[in-house]
């Protein structure tokens, strides 16, 4: 009662700050107070709670709260179990499974096993269907695992955290236990027993919403939940699960526009004011009595994986047991070198897919079955079409992974998956594959090697071709679901001369690893001579590598420590082998061998030169590509346009990453070699001038009056602009002149300095200045103000930079200013001396910022003067985007296809 009054009083206290704030009248606060309940997702504001039921025939109110309530899972006094076949009427449907569960009429029981009391399950919501803007069906909201026990004559349900454990037989384990108490979700009556199995009444925790168990977030939820437009539609139970289908309306306050009669809908999605209704799964899936041998995590091999403490290791510290995530295979003779599996990995397709696309998606699904062998495994995964005729089959049924074909605009797909937390062992999958994801390979493919292809030389792409950019796409995929993180290192180990090859690519293809953003070669010219199917990514030699590592099994191991020693040597093989490395830990964005969307960043100077080359044959085919159809706007090539300069920005900013670099590669003890080495100073000069000659100089191909007058009638200055402050912005990063200094300070001479760097990019960005008559077009004014810009944004923009960086750059200003007073003096071009005195006058201004805030404010007031003191957003060059929002650039968001692990 005191902690209900303190509520109370905090609630109105808040409400008085709201009135005091927004002038609101005394009543509102209190209508406002007398809606709110203080929940632990909504601290503040709160859901709608729906009112107490009423009391039915033959029950007094106390027995209504004391018992339909309490059997609701909520609480109060237990109440004494009835006979059993007052409960379970004549009236009663009952499926057999894991648990009897009964329904009469709107009433669910279950009746459970005394042999599964005690016992743990994963509890997995999905959203099966949505409304229009809140999400959609098909999506994952969550798993925990829980257990049911039975404490006298109740039912309780507990949430349980394996993040914290101790070997049971050890003195620190009662410490453990008492530190980490399962959370008590609900507590039910039992109703009756039969046979000892308890039976409770489940309705509520599916017609009302429980925290722990809501898909609110997941659905962009509203404020409140409707128990009377909420209904249980279908509950079945199986040997090892139960699946329930359940109807839920949420609801959403009505906002003051709305209240005094503006459209609801007025608003961004749904209408603030407007309620919605989910179909959600719930799939309760026993886990198993004996969790698998876990396999222990090792940096060198890029698994996903799951964490706990455990404080019954003999260390002098807390150590965390890491172990990655991997299906349970067992081979069906242990004897044999490759054996079929005990039980295979199996994906779905769903009923959903279009039609012509399904034996594309299978082929992604099965192009997995050489890596299983080389893990010792004959036909481990593999690929059907969902039932159509069984009316029990679900894709929600977390006993299934399945490909979900999913109605979205948006350009993606990802591959999560659902995994035991006490070992690892992957349950099931639910691959998400996005209706649009077909226009990102159709732009990919088209603008990356549309030169290289003569189907890619028309638009749309023939079905045969899309249906094999599909098939990548579902192999990746797949990838993640079995276990494996993106690598990001593969494009990297192969050189330019390699994958140029057309016998190398048919045999290892152009990358070790489908795992990583390295799209199609565009590298290969079209002289190479190489077949169009070896320019799309396949399984490479990484990931038969990384299978082996995770799936093969060790001997007559028992521990995951007994394993330890035999990974530590198939790991221990990268040394002499490139191929089998993984993106190393630490590494952030400094390694450019690890950037994303490249090809061939061995020598990311020589693959961006040829990756240019087919990029400026591609936009001379692009009016032909893209205007095929007599009555059509121009949208197509407007599009794909913007795609073509952001495949340019993309390839000149994994030049950048050279500079200020290290190369590396992902050790442990016993391994010789450090794990971070300098890139070489030459290979640093020689990307930063081939910037200087490239990135900012005019690109002219992206240019043409002819592409750029049917977009739109301006916008050819901004739009090279855009592009070249994004590959400026990176190579001036902060972060990176940092990088600069730290290797000058331990490599010596054998350094590519910081003062060396910034004074070639002044020279370079500046080479105008050094012709006394030098005339500087409109597109070179943009580049040099671009360089002012970054500058103004490092010193003056937000976070201090370290004081070296500071005085660097505050240096190579004072420098220019002076080259530019000269330069002014000789200047005959009126448009270029007025560009180099508003440049001199900028530099000015970003070295006192003083006085740039007393010239803005003057210009505010009407005196004139430069005013705007905006900032430039910093984007690092390992950002990944994409242009779908804006063909020129203007807004580059950040790409996630197909990075959730997914990611």
């Known amino acids: 009662m005191i902690q209900k009054r303190k509520l109370v009083m905090w609630a109105f206290a808040g409400a008085g700050i709201v009135a005091f704030v927004l002038g609101a009248s005394a009543q509102e606060v209190v209508r406002a107070i007398s809606q709110a309940v203080v929940t632990p997702a909504n601290p503040i504001w709160a859901q709608e709670v729906p009112a107490p ?9 106390q027995d209504n709260a004391a018992g339909r309530g309490n059997q609701a899972g909520r609480g109060g006094a237990p109440q004494q179990p009835r006979a059993y076949n007052q409960v379970i009427t004549s009236a009663a449907k009952t499926d057999d499974g ?52 039975l404490y006298n004559n109740r039912v309780l349900l507990k949430v349980i955290d394996y993040g914290v454990i101790a070997d049971p037989s050890t003195p620190i384990s009662k410490a453990v236990e008492a530190a980490n108490n399962p959370s008590i979700v609900r507590a039910y009556n039992v109703a009756a027993f039969n046979n000892g199995d308890p039976v409770i009444d489940v309705t509520q925790l599916f017609t009302t919403e429980v925290p722990e168990l809501s898909v609110r977030g997941t659905v962009n939820g509203g404020r409140g939940f409707d128990a009377a437009r909420t209904f249980v539609e279908k509950i079945v139970s199986y040997p090892e699960n139960i699946n329930v289908e359940v109807t839920q309306t949420f609801t959403a306050p009505v906002d003051a526009g709305a209240a005094a009669g503006a459209d609801p809908a007025a608003g961004r999605g749904r209408g603030r004011g407007n309620s919605f209704t989910v179909l959600t799964s719930y799939s309760m899936v026993k886990l198993p009595e004996k969790p698998m041998m876990g396999r222990l995590f090792d940096e060198r091999v890029g698994y996903f994986s799951q964490s706990m403490y455990d404080y019954s290791r003999d260390e002098h510290r807390a150590e965390q047991r890491t172990f990655v995530t991997r299906y349970r295979l067992e081979k069906k003779d242990p004897n044999a070198a490759i054996s079929e599996p005990v039980r295979p990995i199996v994906y779905y397709i769903d009923p959903a897919t279009p039609t012509k696309w399904i034996p594309y998606l299978k082929k992604g699904i099965e192009d997995w079955q050489p890596a299983f062998e080389a893990a010792g495994f004959r036909n481990a995964i593999i690929a059907k079409e969902a039932p159509k005729d069984d009316p029990d089959w679900s894709p929600e049924d977390a006993r299934y992974s399945v490909v979900r074909w999913l109605p979205s605009t948006t350009e993606n797909a990802s591959g999560p998956n659902v995994h035991d937390p006490r070992s690892g062992e992957i349950l099931e999958a639910d691959i998400q594959f996005y209706h649009n994801v077909q226009n990102l390979q159709k732009n990919w493919y088209f603008v990356q090697v549309g030169a290289l292809d003569p189907r890619a030389q028309k638009l749309p792409l023939p ?14 995929e797949v990838g993640h679901t079995i276990g494996l993180q993106h690598n990001m290192k593969s494009s990297s180990i192969y050189s330019v001369e390699q994958i140029r090859d057309k016998a190398f690519l048919r045999q290892y293809g152009h990358t070790p690893s489908i795992m990583d953003y390295s799209r199609f070669n565009y590298v290969v010219q079209p002289e190479d001579g190489v077949p169009v199917a070896d320019l799309i990514p396949k399984i490479g030699e990484y990931d038969k590598f990384a299978i082996h590592w995770g799936y093969a099994p060790i001997g007559t191991a028992q521990t995951p420590d007994a394993e330890q020693a035999e990974l530590n040597k198939w790991a221990s093989e990268q040394d002499t082998k490139p191929q089998y490395r993984f993106s190393t830990a630490n590494a952030g964005t400094t390694d450019p061998g690890d950037n994303t969307e490249a090809v061939g960043d061995s020598d990311a100077v020589k693959a961006t030169m040829l990756g240019l080359k087919n990029l400026e044959r591609v936009t001379g085919m692009l009016l032909t590509a893209t205007t095929a159809k007599t009555g059509d706007p121009y949208d197509e090539l407007t599009e794909v346009y913007g795609r073509i300069v952001g495949q340019w920005t993309t390839e000149m900013n994994h030049v950048t990453q050279l500079v200020g670099g290290f190369l590396s590669q992902q050790k442990h003890i016993g391994q010789p070699g450090v794990r971070f080495t300098s890139v070489p100073r030459a290979r640093q000069a020689e990307a930063v001038k081939f910037l200087l000659d490239n990135a900012f100089q005019t690109p002219q191909f992206l240019v043409k009056p002819d592409v750029l007058r049917l977009m739109s009638p301006t916008g050819g200055i901004a739009r090279v602009r855009t592009a070249q402050n994004s590959v400026m912005n990176s190579l001036l990063l902060t972060a990176r002149i940092d990088r600069l200094v730290d290797q000058a300070a331990i490599d010596g001479p054998a350094a590519y300095t910081p003062v060396q760097f910034l004074t070639d990019v002044r020279a370079g960005i500046w080479r105008e200045l050094g012709t006394p008559a030098g005339v500087i077009d409109p597109y070179r004014r943009n580049t040099q103000r671009i360089y002012l810009d970054t500058i103004d944004n490092r010193l003056n923009g937000g976070a201090e930079p370290p004081a070296e960086v500071r005085a660097l750059l505050k240096g190579e200003l004072k420098t220019l200013r002076g080259q530019l007073v000269t330069a002014i003096a000789t200047t005959t071009d009126r448009a270029t001396r007025l560009h180099l005195e508003d440049s001199r006058d900028s530099i000015d201004e970003i070295l006192d910022p003083r006085a740039m805030r007393t010239r803005g404010a003057a210009a505010a007031a009407g005196g004139g003067g430069r005013g705007f003191t905006g900032s430039v957003r910093v984007l690092d060059s390992s950002a990944r985007f994409d242009y779908e929002n804006d063909p020129f650039l203007q807004r580059p968001t950040e790409i996630c296809w197909p990075d959730y692990a997914i990611k």
């Open 463 to 476: 079905d045969d071709l899309m249906g094999e950019l599909l098939r990548y796409v579902l192999a990746h």
């Open 98 to 149: 894991v648990f009897k569960v009964h329904r009469i009429n709107d009433q669910i029981y279950y009746e459970i096993p005394k042999k599964e009391l005690g016992k743990d399950f994963l509890w997995v919501n999905q959203v099966k269907r949505t409304v229009n803007g809140s999400g959609y069906g098909g999506q994952a909201a969550g798993t925990r695992v829980l257990r049911w026990e």
């Open 53 to 61: 039921p009423t009391p039915q025939e033959g029950e007094t109110p």
